[in-house]
C-alpha cells in the first residue's frame, strides 16, 4: 500500500511540475471571441493565435483580439465569415478556406486576396468546399469540390488546376 501511495505522490508531483510555467486561460465571447463555435485554431510562427469560427477570423495576439470578416463593398476584406481552415505559407502570409472561397492574408499590408470566390456563380457553395493544403517546401495545394485540386503558382499569383490524366 506504501508503494502504491509513494507512487500516486510521485506521478502527481511530476504532472504538476510539467505544468508549472504555462498560464492557461479561457477566452469567451466576453473577452472579444466573434462566435464560440470554433472550426479550426493555428498558431503563428509569430506567436498569434487564428481562431477560425462560424462569424468571422480572430486573431489574438495574447491581449486582444482582432476581428476580420467580409465587407460588401471591400474586394480586399474576407471572402466569408465562416473560417473553415488557417495555415501558414510563411512569416507574413496566411491562408484561410472558407465556405465561398480561399483567401490569402498579408499580415504587413492588411489585405486579403481572394481566390475561387467567383465559383459560388458555380454552385460550389456547400459546406467545407474549399481545403487547404501545404507540402514540406510550403507549396500551397487547394481542394475545390466539384472542380479538383489545384496548386497554387507564385509567379501567376493565382492557382493552376492539378491535371490527372
Request: hydrophobic share 40%; charged share 25%.
Amino acid at each position: 500500500m506504501k508503494k502504491r501511495l509513494l507512487a500516486f505522490l510521485l506521478l502527481f508531483s511530476a504532472i504538476c511540475s510539467w505544468g508549472a510555467g504555462y498560464d492557461i486561460s479561457k477566452l469567451t465571447n466576453n473577452d472579444g471571441l466573434s462566435n464560440s463555435s470554433i472550426n479550426v485554431v493555428y498558431q503563428t510562427s509569430e506567436g498569434l493565435m487564428w481562431f477560425g469560427t462560424w462569424d468571422g477570423l480572430d486573431v489574438y495576439d495574447g491581449k486582444d483580439f482582432k476581428v476580420f470578416k467580409p465587407e460588401l463593398d471591400n474586394a480586399s476584406s474576407i471572402s466569408n465569415n465562416i473560417i473553415r481552415d488557417v495555415i501558414e505559407q510563411r512569416p507574413g502570409i496566411v491562408w484561410i478556406a472558407t465556405d465561398l472561397g480561399i483567401n490569402r492574408f498579408d499580415t504587413g499590408r492588411k489585405r486579403f486576396d481572394r481566390f475561387f470566390f467567383d465559383t459560388q456563380k458555380r454552385g460550389v457553395t456547400a459546406e467545407q468546399s474549399f481545403r487547404l493544403m501545404m507540402d514540406r517546401d510550403k507549396a500551397v495545394f487547394a481542394y475545390v469540390l466539384g472542380l479538383g485540386f489545384f496548386r497554387f503558382d507564385e509567379a501567376k499569383g493565382d492557382f493552376v488546376q492539378i491535371r490527372v490524366d
